[in-house]
Nanobody, 120 residues
Framework: QVQLVESGGGLVQAGGSLRLSCVASGSIFIISGMGWYRQAPGKQRELVAQITFGGSTNYKDSVKGRFTISRDNAKNTVYLQMNSLLPEDTAVYYC??????????????WGQGTQVTVSS
């Protein structure tokens, strides 16, 4: 069993910053890919940023230069630093991870989601 626990969401004004954290716990051999997704009301869930075990990153175009994803492998934690926030960033943000319990067995997990609201 594996659990992803998120924190750091909240209400901020446009131009402000938030730092999201997601900690994975349970039976973990290695966490390969980790990422952040978001879903706004009436919209499909979309990938915001992802990071590999080795630190390679990929971002949605609209957040490039504003958001930074990082991870601490020793702590099984992924972060999303969000700067220069815009009202269109308002959404529920979900942590996602591909986790291997053993060298040969892996599966995908989701966090519970954390609300980010950016006021204008």
């Amino acid at each position: 069993q594996v659990q992803l626990v998120e924190s750091g969401g909240g209400l901020v004004q446009a131009g402000g910053s938030l730092r999201l954290s997601c900690v994975a716990s349970g039976s973990i051999f290695i966490i390969s890919g980790m990422g952040w997704y978001r879903q706004a009301p009436g919209k499909q869930r979309e990938l915001v940023a992802q990071i590999t075990f080795g630190g390679s990153t990929n971002y949605k175009d609209s957040v490039k230069g504003r958001f930074t994803i990082s991870r601490d492998n020793a702590k099984n934690t992924v972060y999303l630093q969000m700067n220069s926030l815009l009202p269109e960033d308002t959404a529920v943000y979900y942590c996602n991870a591909d986790i291997k319990a053993t060298m040969f067995t892996g599966r995908n997990y989701w966090g519970q989601g954390t609300q980010v609201t950016v006021s204008s």
